[in-house]
């Protein structure tokens, strides 16, 4: 194991090895297979790519040996910021030939993030796209060149002015070194809370790949499935859940859609006969609604992922009932567990649920404040350990000793309860919860409650400082009637018999909701605000 992460107790691995969930297998030794059984077969599709299996296996074998010639090695981390395009997976895999070690950022960081990849790692690579939406990655890579010592070499996918285009790459043509073994660390996740800097998240071939194999049997993909990538390419849902390596360990298509509106990503799912895609909470709306408008062609698409965020039930029943697809719920963390809601589940289990665990050894505890468990059917704390769970984040022992109990345990920060069938229900994080005068409120639930009404094209609920209770609540609200005001939706959510200490205190109308890298709503950034707000009068009477 790469210093400063922590094993598995070899009691557990060789449990896992001989359960088959470790096979021994690495992503270069997976895309080789699937060379070999169908090369002509289509891989990846993009904006500038159409590339079978064995296209995509000479495009990686080219940029490994360009990566090699640069003096880039086994265990040396190199930064991907890459938008959703098919030299992503060609990059990704070059690096995993080599035993270097991807970063994954996504297309949203900026300077305060990028710069702590590359100092924490010790980066010696950063690839980019030269430009991507309004952001010109290349001003941001000179900065770094100035500030990071270890960083060697910037690669371009553009035009890479005085940097490397990764397209005209220096060759190697000599053998290629030895790959990595199995066990070794593959890559490098991101945690996904929006509270402080990411946390590293140090991933095995072995226990990757086992999710992987494991999601892409769950949600029966195969050689003809195609799946739309409208998620940021590096994000663990959209990268395996079951996601692009699911649907290229499956020998199937992956379609990467450069951006994830309606608009770009639609037109692919009948121009590629696309059967399966992702989407985060956010974005279901704003489809749905673009689909009503413009009927385009979907009658390929047989199953929508939601996950990433808890899912309304009334937005997930829209879903089924506007798209006549089958819904699937996932709730993961890219520092392991996944939960899926299968597809042959009772649609009110779907509907209602985030499913259950990828593995019979996934171990998931729900507790309370004293790691006590539960009663059945209570709401706790999740935590979590098993065969492609880790064990500890990379260089963060301090924040390891809270992040995991001393038997290995990863507290994942989400409140949950457990239905009699083992399908978990997401209730919320602990951190979201409001305590408004020793009344605890989840804020999850309250947003349930106001995308009931049918005005509410969005919504985020948090807390707000107050003098008196500690703290209130405060809801954000897109709505899509301008002459909708406050007591509108407090009368709504009174009649639908919400406790009276749930109702919003304050309900503020936005255009938009701020969000993480990854899709999610940044309440850190909201709490802020109308902590703000509040604070000016008082500023104001100095």
Excluded at 35 to 46: R, W
Aim: glycine content about 8%; some cysteine; aromatic content about 8%.
């Amino acid at each position: 194991m790469l210093p400063h992460c922590t094993a598995w107790p070899e009691n557990l691995a060789a449990r896992y090895r001989t359960a088959g969930y470790w096979r021994g297998e690495t992503f270069s030794d997976m895309l080789q297979a699937r060379i070999e059984q169908d090369a002509q077969h289509i891989a990846v599709v993009s904006d500038r790519h159409r590339w079978s299996y064995q296209q995509l296996g000479q495009e990686v074998d080219r940029l490994a040996r360009g990566f090699h010639a640069m003096g880039i090695t086994a265990n040396d981390p190199v930064v991907v910021q890459l938008p959703n395009c098919a030299e992503f997976i060609a990059v990704i895999f070059a690096l995993f030939r080599l035993g270097a070690l991807p970063v994954f950022a996504l297309p949203a960081h900026r300077q305060f993030e990028i710069e702590h990849f590359c100092r924490h790692t010790g980066a010696v690579a950063y690839i980019i796209a030269d430009q991507h939406g309004d952001f010109d990655y290349r001003v941001l890579a000179r900065k770094l060149k100035q500030e990071v010592d270890t960083l060697r070499h910037v690669l371009v996918l553009g035009e890479a002015q005085e940097f490397t285009p990764l397209g005209v790459m220096p060759s190697w043509d000599g053998d290629l070194p030895a790959g990595p073994q199995a066990g070794e660390v593959a890559f490098f996740q991101l945690s996904g809370g929006s509270t402080g800097t990411p946390k590293l998240i140090p991933r095995t071939h072995d226990d990757y790949l086992y999710s992987v194999r494991a999601s892409a049997e769950i949600c029966g993909l195969g050689p003809d499935s195609v799946y739309l990538s409208v998620i940021p390419a590096g994000h663990n849902f959209s990268l395996s859940s079951p996601g692009s390596l699911g649907t290229l360990y499956a020998g199937g298509t992956v379609v990467m859609s450069a951006h994830p509106s309606p608009d770009v990503a639609l037109p692919w799912i009948a121009r590629e006969g696309v059967t399966m895609t992702a989407l985060v909470p956010p974005l279901v709306p704003v489809w749905l609604d673009a689909i009503q408008a413009t009927s385009p062609g979907l009658s390929s698409l047989k199953v929508v992922q939601v996950g990433g965020a808890c899912f309304s039930s009334t937005m997930a029943n829209r879903l089924v009932q506007e798209l006549g697809v089958t819904l699937q719920q996932v709730f993961g963390m890219a520092e392991g567990l996944v939960n899926y809601t299968r597809l042959d589940d009772p649609l009110d289990v779907v509907l209602h649920s985030q499913g259950r665990p990828i593995s019979p050894d996934d171990e998931v505890l729900v507790v309370d404040d004293d790691d006590q468990p539960v009663a059945a059917g209570e709401i706790g704390h999740l935590l979590t350990r098993g065969p492609y769970t880790i064990r500890g984040y990379y260089r963060a022992d301090e924040h390891n000793a809270r992040a995991f109990t001393a038997d290995g345990y990863y507290r994942t920060g989400d409140m949950v309860r457990m239905t009699p069938e083992g399908n978990l229900v997401v209730e919320g994080r602990n951190k979201d919860q409001i305590n408004r005068g020793g009344e605890k409120i989840s804020a999850e639930e309250v947003e349930h409650q106001l995308l009931a009404h049918q005005g509410v094209a969005d919504c985020a609920v948090v807390a707000m400082p107050d003098a008196y209770l500690g703290e209130k609540t405060c809801a954000f609200v897109i709505r899509r009637d301008a002459s909708l005001r406050s007591i509108d939706f407090i009368r709504f959510l009174r009649e639908r018999g919400l406790a009276t200490y749930k109702i919003p205190d304050r309900i503020e109308f936005v255009s938009q909701l701020p969000k993480t890298g990854v899709g999610k709503i940044n309440k850190k950034l909201l709490r802020q605000q109308i902590s703000m707000q509040l604070s000016v009068p008082a500023a104001m009477a100095i």
